[in-house]
């Protein structure tokens, strides 16, 4: 198996650009996380999904913030306009009900 | 509401020496309970986790943690630190009852190994 694959690894963008990051989960699982991770805010929980569907998404910042999971193996973060705040490592991770979470190597996003 | 607090955000211990790294929960439930570590710049890694059954949980690199529920605690040790153990380190927690999969994670432990 895989893992959790997160693409790209780093990113680098101009304020005001569109970035989406991309993440393919373990085959089988049904839960799939988006986290952020920063110095100041360690990880937040942005949105997560069960079965393809948004479950919670309290989290994402604001409007800018969209993810997306069109089917099982595949799922997008996208920021639309960037801002050098959203600068920070995001994870995805997926999981089935109670074996603990796998997560990817991350993407680390710069916006500059 | 389900929480986890970690006490100390560093710790450090010299090479051959026990570490510790505490952790304490607040559930109206037994909850699931994890251990994941981050080394730079990689994601977290699953340690290990309690969900029912035995309290003494053995994990990988040589790491345990046992589920007091009179002291509501999942304290992570290993009877001698190596150089390698040097990372982050985040306990977990998760609602068995809920029907969902969410975790709250606590605000980590930094181990330092002191050669």
């Known amino acids: 198996d895989a893992g959790v694959i997160q693409s790209p690894r780093h990113e680098v963008t101009e304020m005001g650009q569109e970035v989406t990051l991309r993440c393919k989960p373990i085959?089988?699982?049904?839960?799939l996380f988006w986290y952020r991770q920063t110095m100041m805010r360690g990880l937040e929980l942005l949105i997560y999904?069960?079965?393809?569907?948004?479950?919670?998404d309290s989290g994402m910042p604001e409007d800018r913030f969209s993810a997306k999971m069109p089917n099982a193996s595949f799922s997008t973060l996208k920021i639309q306009p960037s801002e050098p705040r959203d600068s920070a490592v995001y994870f995805c991770?997926?999981?089935?009900?109670?074996?603990?979470?796998?997560f990817g190597s991350g993407t680390r996003l710069t916006v500059v | 509401a389900q929480s986890v607090t970690q006490l100390g955000s560093h710790v450090s211990v010299s090479e051959g020496a026990l570490v510790l790294l505490r952790c304490n929960y607040s559930?109206?439930?037994?909850?699931?309970l994890f251990w994941y570590v981050q080394y730079p710049n990689q994601g977290l890694q699953l340690l290990l986790k309690?969900?029912?059954?035995?309290?003494l949980v053995k994990g990988i690199n040589g790491f345990e943690a046992e589920f007091k529920k009179s002291e509501t605690s999942f304290h992570l040790t290993k009877p001698s630190a190596h150089m390698s153990d040097a990372a982050e380190y985040f306990c977990?927690?998760?609602?068995?009852?809920?029907?969902?999969?969410?975790?709250?994670f606590g605000t980590g432990t930094r181990l330092t190994i002191i050669p």
């Open positions: 085959s089988g699982h049904d839960y």
């Open positions: 999904f069960n079965n393809n569907v948004p479950i919670d």
């Open positions: 309690y969900t029912t059954g035995a309290t």
């Open positions: 977990a927690v998760s609602d068995k009852f809920s029907g969902n999969e969410k975790l709250t």
């Open positions: 559930s109206s439930v037994p909850p699931y």
């Open positions: 991770a997926s999981s089935f009900k109670g074996g603990g979470y796998t």
